[in-house]
């Protein structure tokens, strides 16, 4: 990584360690629940819709506080993590990923959604109807048709998470190296006298890494789509 | 051999049917809203009534009452949809292999290269289904339900979203699947295919059944004479190809005569004629001078009446029967009523190139 200083590769590929894990991680539970958004036919789904979407519009440091309050190490469900597997999310970078992939969740999840609703259901009932079990209905039919929306998904999310800010800073706090990815980075560069030119070089790392993202899910998405669409 | 009773209850409308059908082509028959999808969708699986039994070839696949209720997969039933329904990320070789795969060991089917073959789609092999014309959409999706090797074959209406040209070209491959010995179930509202096509015949109206029986039977039963229509209805005759005559008509051999028609068929060849109950004219003598050269004789079975001055005859010879359409005013001056002995006339250019088909049997 020529030009980069040690503290700015440190930042950013501690960043981008923090979105993939974030974003792979969170990719089967969206699209679980992407599925039953989409096709479940409960009639407590709404609660579920709710608390997916409670990210986006809860002010970011609220989120941090809850996901403080239960997967801090003497909140219920970090404490029961610790033990059982020996998992700890308090100031550690697998800290920052979880507050990242739950900030990126409805996005993901709104997509991959809007993708499984897109989906011909008489074009499954026909999978079915040749002797696909819904498993293999699902791999061989739905999986190939949502995989824009999936791909798409993923990439709104790995962007929300390398630019999460509030819930990260009030669940892992700041700690160069451990928790503290490129906006961190860049917060902290402003607060110190003399560091404007860091802030601004890490600024546009961000821009650089954003772009590039975008431009690989769209060519992704594009081949894909065409694939799909059968021309 | 396949056994089907429903009952189920959609609100502003309710299906009550039951019928069994035998080896061969059974069609189904009904104005559009009559239940014929729904009794497809319930032997398919797709569709679970409020109570129903549909056993195939011994296996129950659905039993409400003993709560037994396969899945569509696991029921082995090929079903040709009105849509097509190919997949459109697959290329039409992965869509014709797409059931193979779930067919269990020991099913037998025809083999990939004779399907192919068979429906003549070697070529589009490498295509997706964007790229094909709806002919060549129907074929594939025949050869794909055929492929999963299945038990029984539904169509449902695959030819009413196709044209004229292209149901003429479709109709051969599925006189072909009947004569291959698949036991297929066709919905259709068609007159015109469910005489080419059916041994077994079910009419459906509003949710009922309105007569089941071999397809002769219910074609020529003038009560049926309405739901068919005043222009289609019409019994079948099967005849046997004996021979060209030097002028090019065609000489027949049916149970009760000989008949000329002038659409050319190979010497020997077994067909079905359809016979519309409008092209015939009935004669209480055998008559004389008379420019029509068939003349069929046979005895009244039965005479319906409608509202208006409409009147339909069945006219029994033997094992056949024929249907003619006639006035009201007519039935009354031929003195006609069941048991009297009477004559029908048809003329050869009647016999419309879509009325004979072959049979393989």
Known sequence: MTGLTPEEATALMLSLRVAGVAVLTSLPVGLAVAMVLARGRWPGLWLLNALVHLPLILPPV?????????????????????????????FRWTGAALAAAVMGFPLMVRAMRLAIEAVDPRLEEAASTLGASRLAVFR???????LPGVIAGAVLAFAKAMGEFGATITFVSNIPGQTQTLPLAIYTALQLPGQSALAGRLALISVIVAIGAVLLS?????????????? | ?????????????ALDAAFTAPAGVTALFGASGSGKTTVVNTVAGLMRP?????VAQGEVLLNTAAGICLPPNRRRIGYVFQDARLFPHLDVRANLLFGARFAPRGATGPAFDRVVEMLGIGALLERRPGALSGGEKARVAIGRALLSKPRLLLMDEPLAAL???????????????????????YVSHSVAEVARLADTLVVLGEGRILASGRAEDVLADPALAAQFGAQEAGALLRARVLGTDADGLTRLQTATGTV??????????ELRIRIHASDVILAREAPQGLSALNILPGRVEKIETDSGQRAWVQLRMGDEAILARLTQRSVTALGLAPGVPCHAILKSVAVARDDLAETHK
């Open chain 1, 140 to 146: 061989s039919v739905t999986l190939p048709l949502i």
């Open chain 1, 218 to 231: 769209e060519f992704i998405a594009r081949r894909v789509a065409a694939r799909i669409r059968g021309a």
């Open chain 2, 163 to 185: 044209d004229a040209p292209r149901r003429a070209e479709i109709l051969p491959f599925v006189e072909r699947l009947r004569d291959a010995g698949l036991p297929i179930l």
């Open chain 2, 1 to 13: 051999m396949l056994e089907v009773s429903l009952r189920h209850d959609f609100g502003s409308f």
């Open chain 2, 50 to 54: 409020d109570a129903g039994r549909v």
């Open chain 2, 260 to 269: 000329w028609v002038s659409q050319p068929a190979p010497v020997g060849a």
């Open chain 1, 62 to 90: 609220v989120t941090g506080y809850f996901l403080l309050l239960a997967f801090g190490r003497k909140g219920p469900v970090g404490a029961f993590l610790e033990q059982a597997f020996g998992l700890v999310f308090a």
